[in-house]
């Protein structure tokens, strides 16, 4: 192991821990993708969101949907989420040298709630033109979250604090025919804002000096477009409807300032300081399909079943563009290859119940089974990085794919929700949802580099680096979340 390969492996992981919290997701959603477009959706678990079409929040799945109004329709709303994720497990710290690694501290210690709350809202316009073309204009958020860890967690170089903000702005038009087919296109405009950051745990007693050091801040934004297409029929007599619509990938480029107390610039040597490094996020293609047919005068059923393409999403890669590439310089890692994340593929179905006891009332319940994105089993490269420091012998030591920063897991929800309809123009939505995964096994493993006057401070001689494991997973993976709406039309 040399000074060089330690640097190249320690800058890779401070990277990795924090841009890898993008994508964890506070809302629980598969992956990071956010479910939470409408409160009378919540109350079913969004069953067939992109058919029924009770409001204008149909927009958010379907651009087809403003044909279903004759009349201007207004919706605003915001769900409250509220997760639970804790973790725990034991952190073994190594001192890594050029003879092989030295076991330096075993630390068992839990880390509950760490994934924040927050309020996602929604906005929604329906405007019929004529009998055939229609208007909508959607604002929600398909993506966002915060993590945050206590400053004592032992491997806040490995899950610190993460914040992202999104918002999707996507203007539509939709045709319709005869009543009963209709077809829309949007335009999606989405705005990411990113606050990433990595620190040395602030009771990091091997070295005291070292200890609260930032390893990377980062503070970046980015927009992006991308585009949506959707189909709506309904029966004559209105008692089914049937949505299919497809949404396209998006890979904005973040474009961060990064700051580290530790980590150097390629061309100056000297700390980052604002240096300005560019992250490509590839957020998945989604199509999805949606049933509903009201059975009796007083009863309704609704089925949901959507794909998101997580395949797409299969690494991380951070070009820092004012500094030396291709391999130029002392440290080969510009553009930087941070994880390989190989996400699947997943599905979501959903299953709503809906009654009808009179004109101004609804009631609902619904139950959803969502696939998670990130991966079972172990990341051979990961563990080829231990063995390589000599960790596990050989065979080096078991790396999950899953992380702390993304605790990913299949998830259930059940949910259940009503509106009242004041007049013809005024209704009002609310839904209660609560969501539950498995716990899962979690290993990480990470290295940075020991300045050489901290080194000389050790007991054990010529220490390069500090070789951080983690064993241990979930305890706990749920959420309850809560919406309101309210619905107006002119």
Known sequence: MTIKTLRKAALAAAICSVSSGIYSSGAMAAGFLLQESSSSGLGRAFAAENAIGDNAAILARNPAGSALFNEIAFSVG?????????????????????????????????????????????AYLAVPFDDCWSFGLAVNTDYGLETDFASNWPVTHIADKTELLSVNIAPSVAFDYNNQFSIGVSANFLYADATLKSTVPSNFSLAPSLAGARILDADGDDWDYGWSIGALWRSVDGRTRIGLSYQSELDPEIEADVNS????????????????????????????????????????????????????????????????????????????????????????????????????????????????AARDGINQDAVAETASYGLGGSAGLPVTWRTLSIPDADRQWVTIGGTYKWNNQLSIDAGLAYLWGDDEPIEEFSALPIPANIAGTLPVPGVQGLGTYFDGGTTNLEAWLVGASLNYSF
């Open 78 to 122: 915001v769900t409250y989420v509220n997760p639970e994720i804790d973790a725990a497990g034991t952190t073994d710290y190594y001192l890594l040298t050029q003879t092989g690694p030295f076991p330096a501290a075993s630390v068992y210690a839990e880390a509950n709630d760490y994934a924040s709350s927050a309020w996602v809202p929604n």
């Open 261 to 372: 107390d530790l980590l150097r610039s390629l061309t100056t040597g000297a700390l980052l300081n604002n240096e300005p490094a560019n992250l490509t996020l590839d957020l998945p293609d989604i199509a999805e399909l949606g049933i509903y047919h009201r059975f009796h005068e007083q009863w309704g059923i609704a089925f949901g079943a959507s794909w998101t393409d997580w395949d797409d999403f299969q690494r991380l890669e951070a070009f820092f563009p004012d500094q030396p590439a291709n391999g130029v310089g002392p440290i080969d890692y510009n553009p930087l290859h941070i994880k390989e994340e190989n996400f699947k593929s997943g599905w979501r179905y959903s299953l709503g119940l809906e009654y009808y006891p009179c004109e101004e009332v609804t009631w609902r319940v619904g139950y959803a089974y969502d696939e998670g």
